[in-house]
Protein backbone atom coordinates (compact mmCIF):
# COMPACT_ATOMS: atom_id res chain seq x y z
CA UNK A 1 0.00 0.00 0.00
CA UNK A 2 1.22 3.41 -0.65
CA UNK A 3 0.39 5.67 2.11
CA UNK A 4 -1.85 8.87 1.09
CA UNK A 5 -0.63 11.36 2.61
CA UNK A 6 1.88 12.84 4.63
CA UNK A 7 1.47 14.66 8.45
CA UNK A 8 1.95 18.40 7.87
CA UNK A 9 1.76 20.13 11.37
CA UNK A 10 0.82 23.78 11.35
CA UNK A 11 3.46 26.53 13.34
CA UNK A 12 6.03 25.12 15.27
CA UNK A 13 5.72 22.86 18.45
CA UNK A 14 6.98 25.45 21.20
CA UNK A 15 7.69 23.19 23.41
CA UNK A 16 10.12 21.70 21.67
CA UNK A 17 11.42 25.14 21.05
CA UNK A 18 12.10 25.87 24.70
CA UNK A 19 14.72 23.10 24.42
CA UNK A 20 18.10 22.85 23.10
CA UNK A 21 18.66 21.89 19.80
CA UNK A 22 18.78 18.24 19.64
CA UNK A 23 21.54 16.16 17.94
CA UNK A 24 21.46 15.57 14.42
CA UNK A 25 18.80 13.47 12.93
CA UNK A 26 19.94 9.94 11.58
CA UNK A 27 17.22 9.12 8.30
CA UNK A 28 16.95 5.74 7.18
CA UNK A 29 19.47 5.50 4.44
CA UNK A 30 19.65 1.96 3.83
CA UNK A 31 18.00 -1.29 3.07
CA UNK A 32 18.01 -2.89 6.70
CA UNK A 33 16.32 -5.86 9.04
CA UNK A 34 14.67 -6.08 12.27
CA UNK A 35 12.83 -8.21 14.69
CA UNK A 36 10.09 -5.29 14.80
CA UNK A 37 9.21 -1.97 13.36
CA UNK A 38 7.51 1.01 15.14
CA UNK A 39 5.89 3.39 12.68
CA UNK A 40 5.64 6.73 14.89
CA UNK A 41 7.94 7.91 17.35
CA UNK A 42 5.29 9.68 19.95
CA UNK A 43 3.28 8.70 22.91
CA UNK A 44 2.38 5.18 21.37
CA UNK A 45 5.01 4.21 19.56
CA UNK A 46 7.49 5.24 22.41
CA UNK A 47 5.94 3.02 24.78
CA UNK A 48 5.65 0.48 22.19
CA UNK A 49 9.37 0.41 21.79
CA UNK A 50 9.78 0.19 25.47
CA UNK A 51 7.35 -2.49 25.91
CA UNK A 52 8.96 -4.36 23.08
CA UNK A 53 12.71 -3.42 24.93
CA UNK A 54 11.27 -5.11 28.42
CA UNK A 55 9.52 -8.25 26.64
CA UNK A 56 11.97 -9.39 23.90
CA UNK A 57 15.45 -7.64 24.95
CA UNK A 58 17.37 -9.38 22.35
CA UNK A 59 15.45 -8.25 19.69
CA UNK A 60 16.44 -5.95 16.87
CA UNK A 61 13.76 -3.21 17.29
CA UNK A 62 13.76 0.26 14.89
CA UNK A 63 11.13 3.09 15.37
CA UNK A 64 10.69 5.48 11.91
CA UNK A 65 9.12 9.11 12.04
CA UNK A 66 8.07 11.67 9.53
CA UNK A 67 9.78 14.56 11.81
CA UNK A 68 11.63 15.35 14.84
CA UNK A 69 10.79 13.82 17.65
CA UNK A 70 9.17 16.16 19.40
CA UNK A 71 7.87 18.00 16.37
CA UNK A 72 4.51 15.62 15.75
CA UNK A 73 1.60 15.82 17.52
CA UNK A 74 3.69 14.69 20.71
CA UNK A 75 5.03 18.03 21.08
CA UNK A 76 1.51 19.56 20.48
CA UNK A 77 -0.42 18.77 23.35
CA UNK A 78 -0.70 20.70 26.45
CA UNK A 79 0.99 18.82 28.81
CA UNK A 80 -1.81 16.85 30.99
CA UNK A 81 -1.70 12.91 31.59
CA UNK A 82 -5.57 13.23 32.25
CA UNK A 83 -6.72 9.73 34.59
CA UNK A 84 -10.28 10.77 34.95
CA UNK A 85 -12.92 10.54 32.67
CA UNK A 86 -12.32 13.57 30.02
CA UNK A 87 -15.10 12.52 27.23
CA UNK A 88 -14.49 16.30 25.03
CA UNK A 89 -18.37 15.65 23.91
CA UNK A 90 -20.08 15.81 27.47
CA UNK A 91 -21.33 18.67 29.18
CA UNK A 92 -18.90 18.02 31.95
CA UNK A 93 -16.59 15.31 31.05
CA UNK A 94 -18.57 12.22 32.36
CA UNK A 95 -20.24 9.60 31.33
CA UNK A 96 -21.48 6.47 32.26
CA UNK A 97 -20.53 4.73 35.95
CA UNK A 98 -19.13 1.64 34.65
CA UNK A 99 -17.46 2.73 31.59
CA UNK A 100 -15.79 5.64 33.23
CA UNK A 101 -14.47 3.42 36.02
CA UNK A 102 -13.08 0.72 33.62
CA UNK A 103 -11.60 4.31 31.49
CA UNK A 104 -10.21 5.51 34.89
CA UNK A 105 -8.47 2.33 35.71
CA UNK A 106 -6.98 1.62 31.82
CA UNK A 107 -5.97 6.16 31.96
CA UNK A 108 -3.72 5.05 35.06
CA UNK A 109 -2.43 1.98 33.32
CA UNK A 110 -1.01 4.43 31.09
CA UNK A 111 -0.20 7.04 33.26
CA UNK A 112 1.89 4.36 35.54
CA UNK A 113 3.75 3.21 32.34
CA UNK A 114 4.83 6.61 31.30
CA UNK A 115 6.31 7.30 35.31
CA UNK A 116 8.40 4.25 34.78
CA UNK A 117 9.64 5.06 31.80
CA UNK A 118 10.29 8.46 33.46
CA UNK A 119 12.14 7.19 36.44
CA UNK A 120 14.02 5.08 34.59
CA UNK A 121 15.39 7.41 31.90
CA UNK A 122 15.88 9.84 35.06
CA UNK A 123 13.92 12.05 32.84
CA UNK A 124 13.41 14.83 36.18
CA UNK A 125 9.65 16.28 37.80
CA UNK A 126 9.98 19.13 34.49
CA UNK A 127 9.29 16.47 32.24
CA UNK A 128 6.80 14.87 34.38
CA UNK A 129 5.18 15.49 37.82
CA UNK A 130 2.13 14.23 39.71
CA UNK A 131 0.82 17.35 40.32
CA UNK A 132 -2.77 17.14 39.75
CA UNK A 133 -5.16 19.20 37.92
CA UNK A 134 -7.82 21.98 38.09
CA UNK A 135 -11.23 22.66 36.29
CA UNK A 136 -11.47 25.79 36.24
CA UNK A 137 -14.92 27.62 35.87
CA UNK A 138 -15.46 31.24 34.83
CA UNK A 139 -19.32 31.14 34.92
CA UNK A 140 -21.97 29.94 36.90
CA UNK A 141 -22.53 27.46 33.72
CA UNK A 142 -18.92 26.30 34.60
CA UNK A 143 -19.67 26.28 38.16
CA UNK A 144 -22.37 23.57 37.56
CA UNK A 145 -20.25 21.68 35.24
CA UNK A 146 -18.17 21.18 38.06
CA UNK A 147 -20.68 20.41 40.97
CA UNK A 148 -22.08 17.71 38.40
CA UNK A 149 -18.66 16.55 37.66
CA UNK A 150 -17.85 16.16 41.45
CA UNK A 151 -21.41 14.34 41.81
CA UNK A 152 -20.24 11.92 39.17
CA UNK A 153 -16.45 11.71 41.18
CA UNK A 154 -18.31 10.50 44.47
CA UNK A 155 -19.96 8.22 42.61
CA UNK A 156 -16.90 6.58 41.50
CA UNK A 157 -15.15 6.90 45.04
CA UNK A 158 -12.53 9.64 43.55
CA UNK A 159 -10.86 12.33 45.36
CA UNK A 160 -11.36 15.61 44.37
CA UNK A 161 -11.75 19.23 45.98
CA UNK A 162 -13.33 21.76 45.23
CA UNK A 163 -11.85 25.51 45.41
CA UNK A 164 -14.09 28.73 45.65
CA UNK A 165 -12.50 32.24 43.72
CA UNK A 166 -10.35 33.46 46.32
CA UNK A 167 -8.24 30.06 46.02
CA UNK A 168 -8.39 30.33 42.53
CA UNK A 169 -6.97 33.73 42.78
CA UNK A 170 -4.40 32.59 45.17
CA UNK A 171 -3.02 29.69 42.80
CA UNK A 172 -3.31 31.28 39.57
CA UNK A 173 -3.42 34.89 40.26
CA UNK A 174 -6.40 36.16 38.46
CA UNK A 175 -10.05 36.94 39.50
CA UNK A 176 -11.14 35.25 36.38
CA UNK A 177 -12.57 31.89 37.71
CA UNK A 178 -15.46 31.71 40.36
CA UNK A 179 -14.16 28.43 40.94
CA UNK A 180 -12.62 25.13 40.70
CA UNK A 181 -12.45 21.44 41.20
CA UNK A 182 -9.14 20.03 41.88
CA UNK A 183 -8.83 16.15 41.39
CA UNK A 184 -5.20 14.42 42.07
CA UNK A 185 -4.40 11.82 39.92
CA UNK A 186 -3.05 14.00 36.81
CA UNK A 187 0.45 14.11 35.74
CA UNK A 188 1.72 17.53 34.34
CA UNK A 189 4.61 16.78 31.53
CA UNK A 190 6.53 19.35 29.33
CA UNK A 191 5.74 16.78 26.46
CA UNK A 192 9.02 17.49 24.35
CA UNK A 193 11.42 17.03 27.30
CA UNK A 194 9.55 13.78 28.06
CA UNK A 195 9.48 12.03 24.36
CA UNK A 196 12.70 13.36 23.76
CA UNK A 197 14.22 11.80 26.54
CA UNK A 198 12.34 8.56 26.56
CA UNK A 199 13.65 8.49 22.74
CA UNK A 200 17.12 9.30 24.25
CA UNK A 201 17.03 6.36 27.00
CA UNK A 202 15.63 3.90 23.76
CA UNK A 203 18.25 4.89 21.74
CA UNK A 204 20.72 3.81 24.86
CA UNK A 205 18.88 0.31 25.04
CA UNK A 206 19.78 -0.52 21.41
CA UNK A 207 16.73 0.47 19.72
CA UNK A 208 17.56 2.61 16.34
CA UNK A 209 15.27 5.73 15.91
CA UNK A 210 15.37 7.08 12.28
CA UNK A 211 13.97 10.37 12.82
CA UNK A 212 12.81 12.24 8.94
CA UNK A 213 12.09 9.23 7.95
CA UNK A 214 8.16 9.05 6.43
CA UNK A 215 6.77 5.89 5.35
CA UNK A 216 5.89 6.08 2.18
CA UNK A 217 4.55 2.24 1.00
CA UNK A 218 3.99 -0.72 3.55
CA UNK A 219 3.38 -4.10 1.98
CA UNK A 220 3.90 -7.71 3.15
CA UNK A 221 5.80 -10.13 1.19
CA UNK A 222 5.92 -12.64 3.90
CA UNK A 223 7.91 -10.26 5.95
CA UNK A 224 6.53 -6.64 5.66
CA UNK A 225 8.41 -3.99 3.95
CA UNK A 226 8.20 -0.66 5.13
CA UNK A 227 9.86 2.00 2.29
CA UNK A 228 11.12 5.92 3.34
CA UNK A 229 12.20 8.27 0.89
CA UNK A 230 15.75 6.77 1.19
CA UNK A 231 15.48 3.41 2.69
CA UNK A 232 13.62 0.53 3.83
CA UNK A 233 12.94 -1.40 6.71
CA UNK A 234 11.84 -5.54 6.46
CA UNK A 235 10.30 -6.77 9.30
CA UNK A 236 8.13 -9.42 10.37
CA UNK A 237 5.81 -7.61 13.45
CA UNK A 238 4.88 -4.06 12.43
CA UNK A 239 3.30 -1.35 15.12
CA UNK A 240 1.41 0.98 13.50
CA UNK A 241 1.57 4.00 16.08
CA UNK A 242 0.12 6.87 13.46
CA UNK A 243 -2.92 8.08 15.40
CA UNK A 244 -5.24 9.54 13.04
CA UNK A 245 -2.52 8.84 10.20
CA UNK A 246 -3.78 5.13 10.18
CA UNK A 247 -6.04 6.24 7.47
CA UNK A 248 -3.02 7.23 5.18
CA UNK A 249 -2.29 3.56 5.10
CA UNK A 250 -5.74 2.94 4.04
CA UNK A 251 -7.87 1.23 6.92
CA UNK A 252 -10.84 2.21 8.79
CA UNK A 253 -11.89 4.85 5.77
CA UNK A 254 -14.55 6.83 6.67
CA UNK A 255 -14.52 5.91 10.85
CA UNK A 256 -11.92 8.58 12.20
CA UNK A 257 -12.65 11.96 12.76
CA UNK A 258 -9.53 13.85 12.26
CA UNK A 259 -9.83 17.05 14.93
CA UNK A 260 -7.07 20.35 15.12
CA UNK A 261 -6.72 22.11 18.21
CA UNK A 262 -4.62 24.90 18.86
CA UNK A 263 -2.24 26.78 21.43
CA UNK A 264 -0.24 29.87 22.28
CA UNK A 265 2.21 30.16 24.69
CA UNK A 266 3.73 33.21 25.44
CA UNK A 267 7.55 35.06 25.81
CA UNK A 268 9.24 34.22 29.17
CA UNK A 269 7.90 36.91 32.09
CA UNK A 270 10.13 39.46 33.60
CA UNK A 271 10.46 39.83 36.98
CA UNK A 272 8.78 42.62 37.33
CA UNK A 273 5.15 41.10 35.22
CA UNK A 274 5.85 37.74 37.51
CA UNK A 275 5.20 40.05 40.66
CA UNK A 276 2.29 41.53 39.19
CA UNK A 277 0.52 38.29 38.12
CA UNK A 278 1.21 36.67 41.66
CA UNK A 279 -0.58 32.98 42.28
CA UNK A 280 1.95 29.78 42.39
CA UNK A 281 4.66 29.49 39.62
CA UNK A 282 3.31 26.18 38.11
CA UNK A 283 -0.21 25.39 37.77
CA UNK A 284 -2.44 22.82 35.03
CA UNK A 285 -6.30 24.31 34.18
CA UNK A 286 -8.74 22.38 32.12
CA UNK A 287 -12.03 24.50 31.27
CA UNK A 288 -15.16 23.59 33.60
CA UNK A 289 -16.87 23.38 29.65
CA UNK A 290 -14.80 20.76 27.60
CA UNK A 291 -14.91 23.48 24.72
CA UNK A 292 -13.28 25.93 27.22
CA UNK A 293 -9.89 27.41 27.16
CA UNK A 294 -7.14 25.35 28.71
CA UNK A 295 -4.10 27.47 30.39
CA UNK A 296 -1.07 25.93 31.64
CA UNK A 297 1.92 27.97 33.97
CA UNK A 298 5.34 26.89 33.83
CA UNK A 299 8.27 27.65 35.32
CA UNK A 300 11.54 26.09 34.28
CA UNK A 301 13.88 25.37 31.31
CA UNK A 302 12.63 28.56 29.21
CA UNK A 303 11.37 30.81 31.89
CA UNK A 304 7.88 31.41 33.31
CA UNK A 305 5.45 31.19 30.60
CA UNK A 306 1.75 30.84 30.01
CA UNK A 307 0.26 28.41 27.45
CA UNK A 308 -3.13 29.16 26.12
CA UNK A 309 -5.17 26.45 24.17
CA UNK A 310 -8.47 26.99 22.16
CA UNK A 311 -10.83 26.08 19.47
CA UNK A 312 -11.34 23.00 17.79
CA UNK A 313 -11.51 22.58 13.70
CA UNK A 314 -13.04 19.67 11.75
CA UNK A 315 -9.86 18.66 9.06
CA UNK A 316 -10.72 15.56 7.47
CA UNK A 317 -7.32 16.30 5.02
CA UNK A 318 -5.18 16.41 8.21
CA UNK A 319 -4.00 19.95 7.00
CA UNK A 320 -4.99 23.76 7.87
CA UNK A 321 -3.50 26.91 6.32
CA UNK A 322 -1.33 29.62 8.08
CA UNK A 323 -4.88 31.71 7.95
CA UNK A 324 -6.35 29.76 10.28
CA UNK A 325 -3.72 29.80 12.89
CA UNK A 326 -3.98 33.49 12.73
CA UNK A 327 -7.60 33.72 12.74
CA UNK A 328 -7.24 31.48 16.17
CA UNK A 329 -4.12 33.92 17.04
CA UNK A 330 -6.97 36.08 17.55
CA UNK A 331 -8.71 34.00 19.87
CA UNK A 332 -5.90 33.23 22.21
CA UNK A 333 -4.85 36.62 22.12
CA UNK A 334 -8.61 37.61 23.31
CA UNK A 335 -8.84 34.55 26.00
CA UNK A 336 -5.11 35.45 27.35
CA UNK A 337 -6.18 39.00 27.77
CA UNK A 338 -9.32 38.71 29.66
CA UNK A 339 -7.48 36.08 32.27
CA UNK A 340 -4.58 38.43 32.80
CA UNK A 341 -5.37 42.10 32.36
CA UNK A 342 -2.41 42.82 34.48
CA UNK A 343 0.08 41.45 31.33
CA UNK A 344 -0.83 44.10 28.85
CA UNK A 345 2.18 43.83 27.42
CA UNK A 346 3.41 40.15 26.46
CA UNK A 347 2.94 38.72 23.81
CA UNK A 348 2.99 35.29 22.26
CA UNK A 349 6.04 33.70 21.45
CA UNK A 350 5.12 30.38 19.58
CA UNK A 351 1.53 29.71 17.99
CA UNK A 352 0.79 26.21 16.59
CA UNK A 353 -1.91 23.15 16.03
CA UNK A 354 -1.93 19.69 16.55
CA UNK A 355 -3.93 17.09 15.09
CA UNK A 356 -6.58 14.78 17.27
CA UNK A 357 -7.86 11.64 15.92
CA UNK A 358 -11.74 10.97 17.66
CA UNK A 359 -14.36 8.23 17.01
CA UNK A 360 -17.72 8.63 17.20
CA UNK A 361 -17.89 5.71 19.62
CA UNK A 362 -15.22 7.23 21.70
CA UNK A 363 -12.84 3.80 20.79
CA UNK A 364 -9.58 3.56 20.35
CA UNK A 365 -8.10 1.47 17.77
CA UNK A 366 -6.15 -1.29 19.77
CA UNK A 367 -5.12 -4.74 17.51
CA UNK A 368 -4.02 -6.82 14.67
CA UNK A 369 -5.10 -5.40 11.50
CA UNK A 370 -3.53 -8.26 9.40
CA UNK A 371 -1.20 -10.57 10.19
CA UNK A 372 1.95 -9.41 12.01
CA UNK A 373 0.55 -5.87 11.98
CA UNK A 374 -1.00 -4.09 14.68
CA UNK A 375 -2.17 -0.64 15.54
CA UNK A 376 -1.68 1.96 18.59
CA UNK A 377 -4.47 4.42 16.93
CA UNK A 378 -7.41 6.68 17.52
CA UNK A 379 -6.66 8.46 21.21
CA UNK A 380 -9.49 10.80 21.43
CA UNK A 381 -8.40 13.47 22.35
CA UNK A 382 -5.85 12.09 25.24
CA UNK A 383 -2.91 11.11 23.66
CA UNK A 384 -0.88 10.98 26.19
CA UNK A 385 -2.07 8.82 28.80
CA UNK A 386 -4.41 6.55 26.28
CA UNK A 387 -1.63 6.78 23.98
CA UNK A 388 0.90 5.87 26.20
CA UNK A 389 -1.77 2.70 26.95
CA UNK A 390 -2.15 1.91 23.40
CA UNK A 391 1.58 1.42 22.28
CA UNK A 392 2.16 -0.80 25.49
CA UNK A 393 -1.22 -2.83 25.06
CA UNK A 394 0.08 -3.52 21.21
CA UNK A 395 2.96 -4.56 22.17
CA UNK A 396 1.81 -6.70 24.94
CA UNK A 397 -0.46 -8.14 22.22
CA UNK A 398 2.21 -8.93 19.50
CA UNK A 399 4.05 -10.42 22.25
CA UNK A 400 1.10 -12.34 23.62
CA UNK A 401 0.77 -11.06 26.94
CA UNK A 402 -2.70 -11.13 28.24
CA UNK A 403 -4.20 -8.44 30.42
CA UNK A 404 -7.78 -7.13 31.75
CA UNK A 405 -6.73 -3.75 29.75
CA UNK A 406 -5.71 -5.65 26.76
CA UNK A 407 -8.67 -7.93 26.72
CA UNK A 408 -11.21 -4.77 27.18
CA UNK A 409 -8.94 -3.51 24.23
CA UNK A 410 -9.52 -6.02 21.26
CA UNK A 411 -13.19 -6.77 22.80
CA UNK A 412 -14.37 -3.02 21.92
CA UNK A 413 -16.47 -2.41 19.18
CA UNK A 414 -14.78 -0.68 15.95
CA UNK A 415 -15.19 2.82 15.62
CA UNK A 416 -18.24 4.02 14.31
CA UNK A 417 -18.50 5.01 10.84
CA UNK A 418 -19.39 8.36 10.28
CA UNK A 419 -21.78 10.78 8.25
CA UNK A 420 -20.73 11.03 4.36
CA UNK A 421 -18.09 13.45 4.52
CA UNK A 422 -20.16 16.80 3.33
CA UNK A 423 -22.69 16.18 6.07
CA UNK A 424 -20.05 15.16 8.45
CA UNK A 425 -18.10 18.35 7.96
CA UNK A 426 -21.04 20.55 8.30
CA UNK A 427 -22.45 18.86 11.09
CA UNK A 428 -19.15 18.80 13.02
CA UNK A 429 -18.53 22.47 12.17
CA UNK A 430 -22.37 23.05 13.49
CA UNK A 431 -21.35 21.00 16.29
CA UNK A 432 -18.42 22.76 17.22
CA UNK A 433 -19.29 26.12 16.91
CA UNK A 434 -22.49 25.84 19.07
CA UNK A 435 -20.50 24.29 21.49
CA UNK A 436 -17.70 27.31 21.74
CA UNK A 437 -20.98 29.51 21.63
CA UNK A 438 -22.25 27.63 24.61
CA UNK A 439 -18.98 27.60 26.54
CA UNK A 440 -19.39 31.15 26.89
CA UNK A 441 -17.03 32.90 29.25
CA UNK A 442 -15.37 29.69 29.70
CA UNK A 443 -13.67 30.20 26.23
Known sequence: ???????????PAGWNRLLE???????????????????????????AA???????????????????????????NSGFMIDLPHDLTSDDYGGALAADLAQTGDNRLGIARARAMAEAFDLGAEAFGMSGKINGAASAGGDAH????????????????????????????TDYYRSGLFTPGTAMIQPALFVRGVARGLR??????????????????GNWVARTPKGQVTAPRVILAVNGHLNSF??????????????????????????????????????ADP?????????????????????????????VSGARIACVARDHDRAFAARFPMLPDVEMAYRWGGRLCLSRNGVQVIGQLEPGLYAACCQNGLGTAKGTLAGGLAADLALGISSPALERAVSAPPPARLPPLPIAKLGAAMRLRHGEWKAGREL
Do not use: C
Open 204 to 221: SNRVAIHEMSPVTALERR
Open 250 to 287: GYLPGRLMHVFTYASMTRALAADEIARLGGQPRWGLTP
Open 291 to 319: MGTTVRRISGTGGDRIVIRNRFTFDPSME
Open 21 to 47: APAPPEPLEAHITADWLVIGAGFAGLA
Open 146 to 173: NRSFAAHLRAMGEAHTLYDATQMREITG
Open 50 to 76: HRLSQQAPGDRIVVLDAVRVGDGPAGR
Open 1 to 11: MRVARLPRDPG
